[in-house]
C-alpha cells in the first residue's frame, strides 16, 4: 500500500473552482441530502473534481470543504483515505490500479505489476514519457473471484493473463480504451464458473456477459477522468475511441461462418472468427457411442464442450492431436484470445486421454475439474 499525500507544490494549481455545469450540479447533489447532513456530498463532490481535473488538487479539497462548510482536514482525510482519489497528476489517458491483495496475487499480480514496469514506468505514480499513463498498486478492489484484476478509471478488467494486459495497456495508450470490453476478460459471464455454467446446465443464462452486451452509454464506458472532462473527448459522435465496442462493427467477430476473418484479428475488442471452411480447422468426427467428458480440461464448461460437440470434438485423443494452427483456429473461434496455449488443452488432453485421472493427477498433482 502506498503512501497517500498531496502532491508536491510544484504540481499544485493556485485556485480551483467548478466549472458552470459542474457547480450547478454540485448545488443539485448536496440538496439531496436532509437539512444538516451536506457533508455527505464530500465524496461525489471530490469525485466530480476529480473527473474535471484529471486529480483531486489541495485547492479542490478547500473549495469542497468550503462548499460544505467542512474542516480542510476532514475532506483532506476522505481524499487521502480513498485509492479511488488520485493525489497527483496521472497519466492523461489511463492510470492503471493494479490490485495487489492475496488473491490477485495469488494469481499473478506481481506479473502485471512488472508489465506496468516495463510499459508504463519502472516507478508508481510516474507518468510514462508521454504524459498519457501511469499505475499504481492498490487494495482489493473486491473482484477476488476475477483475479487478477486492475481498474482503470471507474471500470474493471478482470481474469488478466500478462498477455491480455499488455494489450490493454497498448489500446489504452493508443487513446483507444473504450473499445475494450469491460470486466472478465475470459469466458465467463460476470463471476460465473469459466467456461460456462456447471449447475442449472438446463436453463438458459438469464444475463449477458458485459463483454458482449449491448452499447454502453457514452457515459457508462471507460473514460479516464482527465480525458472525460474534455469536451471533445465526451462526444461519442465524433471521437472514435468513446464508441461503445458495439458500435464498432468493424472490430467486432462474426458470427456468419462464411464470412472472412477482420482485419484486426486478437484486438482489444476481441479475435476474429475463423471461417468453418478454414484449413485449420479441427477435423471433426461422427458422435462416438460414449463421447468424452471434455469437461475435465480446465477451461472447458459445458457452454464450450457444446460448441466443441458443434465442431465434431468428442474425444481427448483429438484435441490431444491438435497442431498450432489448430490450436490457433480453435482459441480465434473461441475467442479465447490464447486461452487453450495458456491452459496448455494439449496437454491436458494427453493426460486424459493416455490414462483418465489418474494419470491427469500424476502428471498435474491434482484433479481435473
Ligand atoms: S484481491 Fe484483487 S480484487 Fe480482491
Redesign the pocket.
Known amino acids: 500500500m502506498s503512501v497517500r499525500r498531496l502532491a508536491e507544490d510544484q504540481f499544485q494549481p493556485g485556485a480551483f473552482s467548478f466549472s458552470e455545469e459542474n457547480s450547478a450540479w454540485a448545488d443539485r447533489t448536496i440538496k439531496k441530502y436532509p437539512e444538516g447532513r451536506q457533508q455527505s456530498a464530500v465524496i461525489p463532490l471530490l469525485m466530480r473534481a476529480q473527473e474535471q481535473e484529471g486529480w483531486v488538487t489541495k485547492a479542490a479539497i478547500e473549495k469542497v470543504a468550503d462548499m460544505l462548510d467542512m474542516a480542510y482536514i476532514r475532506v483532506l482525510e476522505v481524499a487521502t483515505f480513498y485509492t479511488q482519489f488520485q493525489l497527483g497528476p496521472v497519466g492523461t489517458r489511463a492510470h492503471v490500479q493494479v490490485?495487489?491483495?492475496?488473491?490477485?496475487?495469488l494469481r499473478g499480480?506481481e506479473d502485471l505489476i512488472k508489465v506496468c514496469k516495463s510499459k508504463i514506468h519502472a516507478q508508481p505514480f510516474h507518468r510514462n514519457a508521454e504524459g498519457t499513463l501511469s499505475w499504481e498498486e492498490v487494495?482489493?478492489?473486491?473482484?477476488?473471484v476475477?483475479?487478477?484484476?486492475v481498474m482503470i478509471g471507474k471500470d474493471t478488467y478482470e481474469d488478466l493473463s500478462v498477455e491480455r494486459f499488455e494489450e490493454i495497456v497498448d489500446v489504452f495508450a493508443a487513446g483507444k480504451g473504450a473499445e475494450i470490453p469491460v470486466g472478465p476478460q475470459i469466458e465467463r459471464i460476470y463471476s460465473a464458473p469459466e467456461g460456462g455454467l456447471t449447475s442449472l446446465t438446463e436453463e438458459a443464462p438469464k444475463t449477458r456477459s458485459r463483454a458482449a452486451s449491448k452499447p454502453v452509454a457514452a457515459e457508462a464506458v471507460s473514460v479516464p477522468p482527465s480525458e472525460a472532462a474534455r469536451p471533445k473527448s465526451t462526444d461519442a459522435e465524433t471521437n472514435p475511441a468513446l464508441k461503445s465496442p458495439a458500435d464498432n462493427k468493424t472490430a467486432l467477430p462474426s458470427d456468419d461462418p462464411k464470412a472472412k476473418p477482420a482485419k484486426a484479428a486478437n484486438t482489444a475488442v476481441g479475435q476474429a472468427k475463423p471461417s468453418l471452411t478454414d484449413k485449420n480447422r479441427p477435423a471433426g468426427i461422427e458422435k462416438p457411442s460414449t463421447p468424452d467428458d471434455l469437461k475435465m480440461i480446465s477451461g472447458v464448461g459445458p457452454k464450450i464442450e457444446a460448441t466443441l460437440n458443434e465442431l465434431g470434438i468428442f474425444t481427448f485423443a483429438q484435441i490431444a492431436g491438435w497442431k498450432k494452427a489448430e490450436r490457433e483456429w480453435a482459441d480465434a473461434y473461441l475467442n479465447f484470445r490464447g486461452r487453450i496455449e495458456r491452459d496448455d488443452w494439449v496437454k491436458q488432453a494427453k493426460a486424459l486421454a493416455k490414462g483418465g485421472e489418474a494419470e491427469y493427477i500424476k502428471v498435474f498433482g491434482k484433479k481435473p475439474r
Open positions: 490490485c495487489g491483495t492475496t488473491p490477485c496475487m499480480a487494495e482489493c478492489l473486491g473482484a477476488c476475477n483475479a487478477p484484476m
